[in-house]
């Protein structure tokens, strides 16, 4: 926070003095894929921008695979070709299709742990074109790891996809985009709800909707009727429901969110 | 010249199925084997054109006169050895029309020359019963009404017939008298109804010196992919799948064992035939993309030993034809996407590369992969978004595959406390148990050998820096005791 002050301060007195001829002029993103998930789309400004490098950053347990699920769900019902290169194979269709995700539209490349191969097919799939949604799921890729991908691998990306339609997320448990990521969005895991604990997340107003201000956060409405009854439980879902904060980190309005995942009934 | 070839041990019916027509098969050879230009008269009946061959056959030291009659026979000549090679016994006739060929063939043994304007000479001693009616298109009733007529004349011979004054014949059979008569005078002009030779989408090379690297081959499949994809293009046809056999010297089997590999040892020889086939999911007659497609798949399934024959064969299908929706989203090019499935299949594996299928199963992860058609979901697109309905946000799971085996500390029953290292990372899942809930147990397939059963626990594990926690599932597999990480709620 102190760091990105500090820069938009340098920024500020660059400005002043020279004018805005440092600042590197980037195109603002005018469509947009909906993730799905309306909180963050109205943590994003619209979606994830279209022809542009979405970076979700998270620790385990932090949505980032139900983030996934519903991005795939929304786009591929808005008749998007999807592509999903799961770089450690733990895409879980059987979750995915409770999700809603139709698979007839979705191509799954395995990687088998190998970020080389991951990054290759990634690439040969941007750069094919046609891809309403790509997706590199490099979640269980070691942050150390992640840090030491060589940047003209996504110049490269983000050159692909440029004035195309094509909508890339990256998903990792660091962030590793660095400039080339248009949006940069944190996801952390709140908490969890389980079925032996009674609700924790309890909003003042129930109709209090939601309230979107720069520099503030966003109250989102519990819906009395998702509230699942303690006494049901459905095949091993013995967890109830996931509340993550979502933090939009790129470009920097520091915007937050709250997300609710359920368990499906 | 036309020449008409009959064959003699062939009952005489006219061709009413294929199967008559391939009876009579034959005799087309035969035919082909002089001239392209060939019709199929009847089941036993061939005419061929053999216009323009006499400089095959053309005799020397020969007056003008005689040169016609003289190639003409020696092209039929050189039919009747072809036919009793084959075991046919054939009348060939020659002559300057295809009727007067025909009715000389069926009616005179051996070879008969009819030189142009000499065909009244030849056939005017034929009975009237071997005109053939249906070559000028009167069908079998008005025939027999003509036929009495004949009888009622006192004609026997198509002489009789030729000699009668043609307005007489028009005045009392119609114009379908005047086309009879001519048909007796052998004068009556007609074009052929040609036979098309079969399409073969075929093309094979034999190759003088065995080939051991991709690269050369790859000049040789580009050559007969060209001349595929234009025999397919000159009959507006497409293809969906490409059949490619190599001829390979002899080799250890051992080292081409894959299952999809459909290797054939020739009988009586060390050769063996190492068979790929490429199916694609839409027609395409786009060489440079057929033979990316052979290449990349050859790279993955290589030729167990050199090359020495290449054969492909194109299955013909009729081209894609398709109109994209201005407002319908973008979707890969099916043959760019074709192209890239089969890289991607060469990086990772073609069992790693498709759509995921569930299986009707409650056996967890029961899935297998199918290939990625986007051929089936084109119909059903659509650019309404009204159509998108908002669900409400599901928790994902993330599996791994295989489950991690883990170390758990119970209390009664409960887990405690939990250890497990990823196999592919150092990273270590190891803490308090924070919150479980369980246990959820399940079992299934007790009929196989492969039973399974266990309890199912969702728990809340402490994240090592403390920061976070980790929600994962474990189950503890009833048969061996062992727990299990099976994934993480993410």
Known sequence: MNQALAKAQIEANITNRFGSIFKIAEKAPTDFLSSGIPEIDAVTGGGLPRGAITEIVGAASSGRASLLSATLTDAITRSETCALVDTSDTFDPASARQAGVNFNSLLWVRCGNSVERAFKATDFLLQSGGFGFVALNLSDVTGNYTRRIISSWWFRFRRAIENTPTTFMVISPVACVRSCASVILEMRNNRALWHTSAPFFQTKNPAAGVCLTKGCQISLVEDPQQQHSSSFLTHAYLLRAIDVRVKLVKPTTWIEGFVRFHQPI | ?490
């Open chain 2, 1 to 490: 010249m036309f020449a008409c070839i009959y064959g003699q041990p062939l009952a005489k019916i006219k061709p009413t199925s294929d199967d008559e027509i391939n009876a009579g098969e034959p005799l087309v050879n035969l035919a082909f084997s002089f001239s392209p230009l060939i019709e199929q008269t009847t089941i036993d009946t061939v005419v061929l054109d053999i216009e323009g061959q006499e400089h095959l056959f053309h005799p020397t030291g020969i007056a003008e006169t005689n040169k016609n009659n003289e190639w003409s026979y020696k092209i039929a000549d050189q039919i009747t050895r072809c036919a009793q090679g084959d075991g046919l016994k054939v009348n060939v006739a020659v002559a300057s029309n295809p009727d007067a060929a025909i009715h000389a063939a069926r009616a005179l043994n051996g070879i008969t020359i009819i030189p142009q304007g000499n065909e009244l000479t030849k056939l005017g001693n034929l009975s009237l019963k071997l005109l053939d009616y249906s070559l000028v298109r009167i069908d079998d009733t008005r025939a027999d009404e003509i036929r009495e007529t004949f009888a009622l004349w006192g004609l026997r011979t198509f002489g009789d017939f030729a000699r009668l004054p043609i307005r007489g014949v028009a005045q009392r059979l119609g114009q379908e008298g005047v086309r009879l008569q001519k048909l007796a005078r052998g004068i009556n002009k007609r074009h052929l109804v040609l036979v098309q030779p079969p399409i073969g989408f075929e093309q094979s090379l034999e190759l003088e010196h065995a080939i051991t690297e991709l690269e050369p081959l790859s000049f040789i499949l580009s050559r007969l992919l060209n001349q595929l994809c234009a025999n397919l293009d000159a009959h507006a046809l497409a293809t969906n799948e490409l059949r490619l056999s190599l001829v390979t010297e002899s080799a250890a089997l051992g080292s081409c064992s894959t299952l999809e590999d459909q290797i054939s040892t020739e009988s009586g020889s060390d050769r063996m035939i190492h068979d790929r086939t490429i199916t694609l999911p839409l027609p395409m007659r786009n060489t440079k993309m057929f033979l990316r497609l052979c290449l990349l798949d050859l790279e993955s399934h290589p030729p167990p030993a050199p090359v020495t024959a290449i054969s492909i064969i194109a299955e013909p299908t009729k081209p894609r034809v398709l109109q994209n929706g201005l407002f319908i989203p973008q979707a890969p090019e099916p043959e760019k996407l074709e192209l890239t499935l089969a890289r991607l299949a060469k990086l990772v594996g073609e069992e790693n590369v498709g759509s995921p299928e569930l299986l009707d199963t409650h056996r967890p992860d029961a899935f297998r992969m199918k290939r990625f058609d986007l051929s089936s979901t084109q119909k059903n697109r659509t650019s309404n978004p009204q159509s998108v309905i908002l669900k409400p946000s599901i928790v994902g799971f993330r599996r791994f595959r295989p489950p991690l085996p883990a170390q758990v500390i119970t209390k009664g029953e409960r887990p405690m406390r939990i250890s497990a290292r990823k196999l592919a990372s150092s990273d270590t899942m190891r803490g308090k148990i924070l919150q479980a809930s369980g246990p959820w147990r399940t079992s299934g397939d007790w009929w196989r050998p492969d039973v399974w059963a266990r309890d199912e626990w969702d728990v809340a594990v402490a994240d090592a820096n403390g920061q976070s926690e980790i929600l994962c599932r474990i189950f503890r597999d009833l048969a061996s005791e062992d727990w299990f990480v099976e994934g993480i709620y993410d």
